[in-house]
């Protein structure tokens, strides 16, 4: 079926490095999402993204949705502690259905 | 508080019992989701409903049961039909908008004895 393929799978970095996860798709996206899930938790929505080439910042995170509307990349200036966690995107490649990638899990050295 | 509450927070399960997790929210949404997480793996779905008496299998609805007699509450059955039932079941909800928001419970812990 349709997938969003979501790399690297894992990343571990010391505390002040930066850190990046991409999500490729092989169709066209509407709107990508991203979620974060720390440790022993549940996902939270992070952000959407909808428009060609969009570029979307949230303090130390950047979002980027490609001009293809194919892939999108999470970019996390900096690290912290609290950074720590995985990290998913979501797609609706089905109607009403958001197919998510494998998740970048991140773990920080401190 | 709006949200979304799932209970047991831990489930214990016998071989061949049938365990029902529990999932409501207050936020007047008409999707819900059911998904799997395996330790270390991305979300894979069971099952998902976008109105009330309706629903449709996921990707992994095999072993599993689902009801939707009112709109907050979208129970999950675990049957004994599911050999390897041990995992995290997180419970979702969003507007019948395509591509929403889905807004996540704090999940169930099954664990097989």
């Known amino acids: 079926g349709q997938q969003v393929m979501q790399i690297p799978q894992y990343q571990h970095v010391q505390e002040g490095e930066d850190f990046t996860t991409y999500c490729n798709s092989s169709?066209?996206?509407?709107?990508i999402q991203w979620y974060k899930q720390r440790p022993g938790g549940h996902p939270v929505f992070l952000i959407q993204?909808?428009?060609?080439?969009e570029v979307k910042k949230q303090k130390r995170l950047t979002f980027q949705f490609g001009e293809a509307k194919k892939n999108s990349s999470l970019h996390i200036t900096a690290t912290q502690t609290t950074d720590v966690g995985t990290y998913f995107c979501?797609?609706?490649?089905?109607?009403?259905?958001?197919?998510f990638g494998q998740g970048t899990r991140l773990t920080i050295n401190p | 508080d709006g949200g979304i509450t799932q209970s047991p927070k831990y489930l214990f399960r016998k071989e061949g019992q049938n365990v029902t997790l529990s999932c409501e929210q207050n936020?007047?949404?008409?999707?819900m989701y059911w998904y799997r997480q395996d330790p270390g793996q991305g979300l894979r779905l069971i099952y998902y409903?976008?109105?009330?008496?309706?629903?449709q299998k996921g990707d992994i609805a095999e072993g599993y049961s689902v009801s939707r007699e009112k709109k907050e509450s979208f129970p999950l059955t675990v049957t004994s039909a599911q050999k390897n039932p041990t995992a995290f079941y997180l419970c979702?909800?969003?507007?019948?908008?395509?591509?929403?928001?889905?807004?996540f419970g704090p999940g169930t812990r099954l664990l097989v004895l």
């Open positions: 979702a909800s969003s507007t019948r908008d395509r591509g929403e928001t889905q807004y």
């Open positions: 936020l007047n949404h008409d999707a």
């Open positions: 979501a797609a609706d490649l089905v109607a009403q259905k958001l197919v």
């Open positions: 409903s976008q109105i009330v008496n309706d629903f």
């Open positions: 993204l909808v428009k060609s080439g």
């Open positions: 169709t066209t996206l509407s709107n």
